[in-house]
């Protein structure tokens, strides 16, 4: 994974290049036990390790996608009748880069809370973003072959399992959050069904695919509908994420609506650099067929605005979603990073 | 609407035909003005005067799906983009027996609670159940014109918007459930999400469609199979709609046991029916083309069994819910009324 190392000292200790390699080596070794068994015991002794010297997004994120896979691995059996179970499985557990998850784990540790009261929350949050590409994918939507370097859902179970294996994670996702959650007050947990209910749906989601679909047609929508397009495709389920963290943990208002700002920005910036990497990345590095927008003539935000001005945006962007993290001080590292991540990937 | 007249006496006052036929007047009439608005008071006020003298089934579900469509009909506003809101009110507003609100709210109401409690949980079931149409409707799946006797969602709206209906109205069905339900305890309400993601999903709607959709190719299922599909396919969401009204009121672990298996031998004995009705009663009867399943040699009941052995099957399973019953006394006779009807119908 290609990643950004962000260099500054935390909690005050001076950054050591050798120590910082030999934190990730360890970490990198213990990740490989957790590949197998989700032990969060673990993750929180590595964690430590990591803050007393200095904090690194490559470690932290290889370290938290692993722990995310292997919770993800356990989270479905399969059972009879199989094929829908492991269609289910098949895209759920395709890769991706688990920022959901990984968002929504950070924002709770940041507000105090642990990797366990989250981790089922991160889980249905990766399942609902699946469910919603198998559905996007199909012949009827975008009518994608290939989705994160496989053959999309229904190019491998057919159209039918497709569309039974989205509605059967957008189903699952729910019953994962209510069953699994542990040490959290109910009070909470309703919140979060909330949250992700509203996130998935007409007003989320599935509101921001039927214009973009649309505006598929159209060739000529304004900056306005596009941003509209994005917060709904991919700002309000970031939303969720970083809020139901922090419900989780049991924040307070005011930083619910901090942390909601963060994920708002980082949101729409990611969309931004997703539409200039279209253009400027390979296939192989995207891992789906790049250049598709310009090929379909679909409106984009290089498209509207330019590529630099595009980038310029989706930096002021990050800069704003990290400003709103400073009530937080130095625990907020791990956001601040992300942000920073979203603006240097190339991937 | 169709109705057989369960006539038995009510809190053991005299049956007076003239008496009923007043208070059906008065309800209907009543019923039109709760058209508009939902009033529970004016409900509370209908059941009372009902239940002082007989119970009459045909005003019971008259009067019942008249305050279910006037909920539905308040449950979704159509803002932008509209075309989303305006396909998932098509299908959820296309009429139906509203079966499975009417069990939630009689089962609550048997098991102490109220109308309000019940009203959103009971639109939220007939949001669920309208989401499981629209997919199977589609090309991919069944490929039907027609339901309820209009033109199916994706034949109006195109395939597109339909899926998308579909995973509208999942998700709205959850956010709706723990936004409008009052005055009931958080626990009870988080045990109703439970049980409703499970109805839907693999476990249930999905597990039973794929395994349909698998059995349509074989043509020569067995009885086991049959009884799987529709299981899955109807009874467990039969099964989550009467759980769900007893959770809401505070039942019991017993009462929730009996009226779980209840509602499991209705599920079935209303699929028996529903397979010998296909090819008995005609299209108009119907509203969906009759003679279908015979046309794609499709297992059914009959066609494994004979009409008659199914119909001694349902009767069978009819009776055997009543039996669950007793424990309630007379307070379940609408529970009583509905089984029976659910073999006496003709559509």
Redesign the interface.
């Given at each position: 994974m290609n990643t950004k190392v962000f260099e500054k000292p935390f909690q005050d200790s001076k950054y050591d290049e050798q120590q910082a390699f030999e934190n990730k080596t360890n970490v990198e070794n213990e990740a490989k036990v957790l590949n197998t068994h989700f032990q969060p015991s673990q993750l929180l002794k590595a964690n430590t390790i990591s803050q007393k010297t200095a904090f690194d997004l490559l470690v932290y994120l290889s370290q938290q996608q692993t722990l995310v896979e292997a919770a993800l691995e356990q989270s479905i059996s399969v059972v009879y009748?199989e094929?829908?179970?492991e269609s289910?499985r098949y895209s759920l557990l395709a890769g991706g880069k688990r920022l959901r998850p990984i968002l929504c784990i950070a924002s709770c540790e940041l507000c105090g809370g642990t990797v366990q009261m989250a981790m089922p929350t991160a889980c249905a949050l990766e399942m609902f973003h699946t469910?919603?590409l198998i559905?996007d994918d199909?012949p009827?939507?975008d009518n994608d072959d290939y989705r994160r370097g496989k053959l999309t859902n229904h190019k491998v179970y057919?159209?039918?399992?497709a569309?039974?294996a989205?509605?059967?994670l957008?189903?699952?996702?729910?019953?994962f959050v209510?069953?699994r959650t542990k040490k959290v007050p109910?009070?909470r947990?309703?919140q979060v069904?909330?949250q992700?209910?509203?996130a998935?749906?007409?007003g989320?989601?599935?509101?921001g695919?039927?214009?973009d679909?649309?505006s598929e047609k159209l060739h000529n929508i304004d900056l306005e509908t596009l941003n509209f397009i994005h917060r709904h495709k991919t700002g309000v389920l970031l939303q969720a994420s970083v809020v139901s963290g922090a419900i989780l943990a049991g924040a307070n208002e005011q930083a619910v609506q901090l942390l909601s700002r963060y994920a708002h920005n980082i949101g729409l910036a990611f969309q931004i650099i997703d539409d200039v990497l279209d253009i400027t990345a390979t296939t192989e590095e995207l891992g789906k067929t790049a250049g598709k927008d310009l090929l379909v003539q679909k409106a984009t935000y290089p498209s509207l605005l330019g590529i630099e001005e595009s980038k310029h945006r989706a930096q002021k962007l990050i800069d704003e979603a990290k400003a709103e993290l400073a009530f937080f001080g130095e625990k907020a590292v791990p956001l601040m990073a992300i942000a920073d991540h979203i603006i240097a990937r190339t991937h």
């Open positions: 009748p094929k829908i179970y289910m469910a919603s559905h199909l009827a939507m057919g159209e039918d399992t569309i039974l989205g509605d059967g957008l189903a699952y996702a729910f019953k209510v069953e109910v009070e947990l309703l069904v909330d992700l209910s509203y998935i749906g007409a989320g989601l599935v509101g695919q039927i214009v679909l649309a």
